[in-house]
């Protein structure tokens, strides 16, 4: 079993930047991959970005790349997402997700992962 909590969510103007923070607890977090997703109202869950078990590969969607930055402290058991250059259209609950199982599907995939917080809001507007 995995939980995991995400926080660092919040209101800020367009340019603007915030830090997602995710913490897990549970099973050994340097053994497992972790990604984030997002989804804004009346549109499916997307891939934002993912992030091996070493932190040695990191994954982006083409929408956050050069904006967005994935990592991870095993040693905190925690994973972020640095977002700079916030636009409105980033808009949305942003979810946290670890992936325990070995399958083979893309870490940009939903359903490569099993364990999933709760969200953090994350509005961009002026």
């Known amino acids: 079993q995995v939980q995991l909590v995400e926080s660092g969510g919040g209101l800020v103007q367009p340019g603007g930047s915030l830090r997602l923070s995710c913490a897990a607890s549970?099973?050994?977090?340097?053994?497992?991959?972790m990604g984030w997703f997002r989804q804004a109202p009346g549109k499916e869950r997307e891939f934002v970005a993912a992030?091996?078990?070493?932190?040695?590969?990191?994954y982006y969607a083409e929408s956050v790349k050069g904006r967005f930055t994935i990592s991870r402290d095993n040693a905190k058991n925690t994973v972020y997402l640095q977002m700079n250059s916030l636009k409105p259209e980033d808009t949305a609950v942003y979810y946290c997700?670890?992936?325990?199982?070995?399958?083979?599907?893309?870490?940009?995939?939903?359903?490569?992962?099993?364990?999933w917080g709760q969200g953090t809001q994350v509005t961009v507007s002026s």
């Open positions: 549970g099973r050994t977090f340097s053994t497992y991959a």
């Open positions: 997700a670890a992936k325990t199982r070995v399958v083979a599907v893309e870490l940009s995939m939903p359903r490569a992962y099993n364990y």
């Open positions: 992030i091996s078990w070493t932190g040695g590969n990191t």
